[in-house]
């Protein structure tokens, strides 16, 4: 690994550039250390080599997890923006599955969402509803469930971001959703619904 600074070769996995002494920032999309705040090649926010580590080990001991943590991410897939459920994961079957609605009623607004859906301005099902909202990213945010984990969200590197239950959500992370929250994206707050029903979530809901 090259050092962003001085240039200097250094171990793979080091923390700390061992020639010039700082600390080694790293892009999650693309692994390569750089300098600054963000990458300069595709945008994405950068971590300390010490937490892309940490986010690394998170990824390799998920299917280990038997708790949801409302408010931390539950997977981080640095090299993959959008995680791939397969079909032995079950994630979209038919039976079992609780029924999710983003719900605001000052704006009259409810989004009965499915899996993989997007919500946002100009992609989605939900682009009727949503197309005059100019806080919104095109694409701000994606529904994920998982089979264990449940209903999960994932900010597509919005604008405006994603606050959930108060913390503002890290980008191309899926964080576990839970009922009776508040999530707010850009400026539009919803109240979460999950309920007991069961949904087909082979079906894509249009407006």
Not at 30 to 55: E, H, I, Q, W
Not at 61 to 73: F, G, R
Not at 105 to 133: A, M
Not at 135 to 157: E, M, T
Request: hydrophobic letters at 35%; a neutral charge; one cysteine or more.
């Amino acid at each position: 690994m090259i050092c962003a600074k001085c240039k200097a070769d250094i171990e793979f996995d080091s923390f700390f550039c061992d020639q010039c002494g700082v600390e080694i920032l790293i892009c999650p999309t693309c692994r390569n250390p750089k300098t600054g705040k963000v990458c300069t090649s595709d945008g994405t926010k950068l971590v300390t080599a010490k937490d892309f580590a940490a986010m690394k080990n998170a990824q390799s001991n998920i299917t280990s997890k038997t708790e949801v943590v409302p408010d931390k991410p539950i997977i981080s897939t640095p090299s993959q923006p959008a995680p791939q459920v397969t079909s032995t994961q079950a994630a979209l079957s038919t039976s079992g599955v609780p029924e999710l609605k983003f719900v605001n009623n000052s704006l009259n607004l409810t989004l009965k969402l499915n899996h993989d859906d997007i919500i946002g301005r100009k992609q989605g099902p939900f682009t009727p509803l949503l197309s005059s909202y100019n806080q919104l990213s095109g694409k701000h945010v994606q529904i994920k469930y998982l089979q264990g984990a449940g209903w999960n969200i994932l900010d597509l590197n919005s604008s405006n971001g994603t606050t959930y239950n108060g913390k503002k959500l890290e980008p191309m992370l899926l964080y576990p959703l839970v009922n009776n929250t508040k999530i707010i994206l850009a400026n539009i707050e919803f109240l979460v619904q999950i309920s007991s029903e069961e949904v087909d979530l082979d079906k894509t809901v249009r407006i």
